[in-house]
């Protein structure tokens, strides 16, 4: 072998050891950036928080044009749980909502790791709405043991970032984590809903009442205001139970739980207080606005028969008993407070059925 075979041989080996180590040091850098996008993911600390992380986060990161997210919610449980937590389900306008992946973009269909490749207005255009121009896409399977919940989905304007040459190892399980902290947020959140909530009104639990009643009352003595509370009643709701069956008796409550909330304000906090007892705190509220609101609620209770089975309606009818307080600005026993103007409201209840139900009494506080 000639010297000049030698040094030939020599230059190769270190242009290819320098491409080794260019190579080594590009994976790298991508590596660190993908745990640094899998930390934000694992670091919300719920599921407006990590959704809103999915989309904007993720976006700034990747340094693309379009991030959006897809995600099954056939039965609109997580879009539920957005709306109990205080959030807007609108408001995440990147968050795709949907009820099966079919027909939102043909790679969907059967997305099992993820697709790059060029951006096609007739098969992507619903994935990104309302960004123009782009030239290039990436949809990322969200996995979830032996399904799809969803795909997380970036576009850039640039023909070159997404192209089906590139690897997609890092992609592929970031899809994975972000499935593992979609699934962990839902059931975090419906475990706390269920903490403070009635399965079968969708309304607030007593727990949360008597919570948010003392919340209340510190802030009706901070503004020297009033606080009210409607104690509500089915009246005779044992004879449908027992003429009827229990399940009639749930159609029953779940439809009164509904022409309730059709009567009253977006502040005012609505509960089952146990059995067929509901009851309802009204912020910045006297006794005299409380009882116009009651009479409305009984009227509207009347007004109707309710559907108990598919074959049998019967008209109900409600007793409500309310009860209004101001809180003193040296008052300091907030929870005596509380349980005095529940125990108002429940004693103008007893008297409203004494007196012959299907009526509004108002306590004498």
Request: charged residues 25%; aromatic residues 4%.
């Amino acid at each position: 072998m000639s010297d000049n075979q030698s040094a030939g041989e020599i230059d190769e080996l270190r242009k290819r050891l320098a491409e080794m180590t260019a190579e080594a040091s590009y994976n790298e850098e991508v590596l660190k950036r993908t745990q640094a996008r899998e930390l934000m993911l694992l670091r919300a600390e719920s599921l407006s928080q990590l959704l809103r992380t999915m989309v904007g986060e993720l976006r700034d990161s990747y340094g693309v044009d379009a991030v959006s997210v897809v995600l099954l919610d056939p039965q609109h449980e997580i879009r539920h749980l957005l709306v109990a937590g205080g959030d807007r389900p609108d408001e995440f306008r990147q968050i795709l909502f949907v009820d099966s992946l079919v027909g939102l973009a043909p790679q969907l269909t059967n997305l099992q790791k993820p697709w790059l490749g060029p951006y096609l207005g007739a098969d992507h255009h619903l994935l990104f709405p309302g960004v123009a121009d782009l030239k290039s896409a990436a949809l990322v399977p969200l996995p979830r043991k032996d399904r799809t919940i969803g795909a997380l989905c970036l576009a850039s304007r640039d023909a070159t970032r997404f192209t089906r040459h590139h690897g997609t190892d890092f992609l592929a399980h970031l899809g994975a984590v972000a499935g593992v902290c979609l699934e962990n947020a839902v059931n975090n959140t419906r475990l706390l809903r269920a903490g403070i909530t009635d399965f079968l009104t969708g309304w607030h639990n007593r727990r949360y009442l008597q919570q948010r009643l003392k919340e209340e009352l510190a802030r009706a003595q901070r503004r020297a205001g009033t606080i009210a509370c409607l104690m509500i009643d089915v009246d005779r709701f044992k004879g449908i139970n027992d003429a009827y069956g229990h399940l009639a008796g749930d159609n029953a409550l779940k439809e009164i739980a509904q022409r309730v909330e059709a009567q009253i304000r977006s502040m005012d906090t609505a509960a089952r207080f146990g059995g067929d007892e509901l009851a309802i705190l009204l912020p910045e509220a006297g006794a005299a606005d409380a009882a116009i609101l009651a009479e409305r609620i009984r009227a509207a209770i009347a007004a109707a028969p309710f559907a108990l089975t598919g074959q049998i309606e019967r008209e109900l009818t409600v007793s409500i008993g309310v009860a209004a307080l101001s809180p003193g600005a040296h008052a300091s026993d907030l929870k005596a407070l509380a349980n005095r103007l529940l125990a108002d409201a429940d004693a103008a209840l007893y008297r409203a059925k004494a007196l012959g139900r299907n009526r509004v009494q108002v306590g004498a506080g």
